[in-house]
């Protein structure tokens, strides 16, 4: 797995559809496409604004639509606006599972595991892909609105409460930015990590495949921070996310510093 992001990333985009409240509509398999689309196109549009040469980023899509018989009625509501570990194990592998297992793919991590290694042995038309992750998009219940495992190289988004303002889910929502969100966590994909005050970050702590600290992070509620996709999901990149993302030529050699 290519540890910047550059090169050619295979996605492969599970949209996890079931009985009853489970059930996407047709407008909003059309929505989760569009999203997608935007959320890469915000990731181009910055890697043109900061990468000092051209990182040739390239996301291309696996697509997957499995149809699950569980009944989401037998899966817990989220109820926590700050989930532990057991929130999340209650809830995501009684969907997910079945879902790799419709696929063909074993359970846990090491299914995903199992699938990402098959997007990076596919013969795109595009070429061999550098990098792969899976996003699993569901309207079964989830422990939180959208997340990410970096280090398994896979995000979950809970389709009601990232597309919407959150309304009777805990802690609310972001509104209808998804777009945003899931540029935000592909972000966590490639070891960016979050910098606003509640995700606890520290500025000492270092990440990426250049150990770049996390100098944008919010140590207080009020403190004043730069503009970034990784603080508050905006279209903008602070400094630290830049060289986290890889997008540094420090010989000045036209080659990213970190290449695929």
């Not at 009684?94 to 846990?108: K, N, Q, T, V, Y």
């Not at 970050?201 to 250049?210: V, Y």
């Amino acid at each position: 797995m290519n540890k910047s992001m550059s090169g050619t990333c295979a996605v492969g985009l599970v949209i996890v559809n079931g009985p009853d409240s489970a059930a996407f509509t047709q407008g909003e398999v059309v929505d989760i496409t569009i999203g997608l689309l935007r959320g890469w196109s915000t990731l181009y549009k910055l890697a043109g604004t900061y990468s000092p040469v051209r990182p040739r980023l390239l996301f291309t899509v696996d697509y997957k639509f499995v149809t699950l018989t569980v009944d989401p009625a037998t899966i817990p509501a989220a109820t926590s606006a700050s989930p532990t570990g057991a929130d999340y194990t209650a809830r995501e592998p009684l969907w997910r599972d079945p879902a790799l297992a419709a696929m063909g793919f074993g359970p846990g991590i090491a299914g995903i595991a199992s699938y990402n290694t098959s997007l990076l042995n596919k013969a795109w038309s595009i070429g061999t892909a550098t990098s792969a992750y899976t996003v699993f998009i569901t309207k079964y219940p989830a422990a939180w609105m959208a997340y990410t495992y970096g280090a398994s190289a896979y995000m979950v988004l809970q389709y009601p409460w990232v597309s919407t303002n959150g309304s009777g889910f805990p802690a609310g929502g972001w509104g209808n930015s998804w777009p945003n969100v899931y540029a935000h966590e592909t972000g966590h994909i490639f070891q960016a990590p979050d910098e606003y005050f509640a995700s606890s970050c520290s500025k000492t702590a270092t990440f990426g495949a250049l150990n770049v600290p996390n100098s944008n992070c919010q140590t207080t509620a009020t403190e004043a921070v730069s503009s970034c996709l990784m603080f508050h999901n905006t279209e903008d990149l602070c400094n630290a996310t830049v060289q986290t993302f890889g997008w540094v030529d420090a010989d000045g050699d036209g080659v990213l510093d970190v290449t695929p």
